[in-house]
């Protein structure tokens, strides 16, 4: 099994900037992929960002050219940089980790606030 800590929510005006942090441990051989996925409320949960252990990234289109994920692979860590923060982006953001399509797992979310 794997277990997700997530850090980094917050408050902040729109235009700020926040920095989320993901560390995986357990059985963090298995992981390929590790990213973040947020689910504002009333709203299914989407993806954000990910990217796989070769440096390989995916961006929602409402994310791109605002944030940034990176992943320290020897300390199973991922990053998201997330700048020019909107109102829109609030939600409640979750750590993904997983091997897909065999198998995934879920931090428990932190929430970022965004006020205009």
């Known amino acids: 099994q794997v277990q997700l800590v997530e850090s980094g929510g917050g408050l902040v005006q729109a235009g700020g900037s926040l920095r989320l942090s993901c560390a995986a441990s357990?059985?963090?051989?298995?992981?390929?992929?590790m990213g973040w996925y947020r689910q504002a409320p009333g709203k299914q949960r989407e993806l954000v960002a990910l990217?796989?252990?070769?440096?390989?990234?995916n961006y929602a289109d409402s994310v791109k050219g605002r944030f940034t994920i990176s992943r320290d692979n020897a300390k199973m860590t991922v990053f998201l940089q997330m700048n020019s923060l909107k109102p829109e982006d609030t939600a409640v953001y979750y750590c993904?980790?997983?091997?897909?399509?065999?198998?995934?797992?879920w931090g428990q979310g932190t929430l970022v606030t965004v006020s205009s």
């Open positions: 993904y980790s997983g091997s897909p399509p065999q198998w995934h797992a």
């Open positions: 990217i796989t252990s070769g440096g390989s990234t």
């Open positions: 357990g059985s963090i051989f298995s992981i390929n992929t």
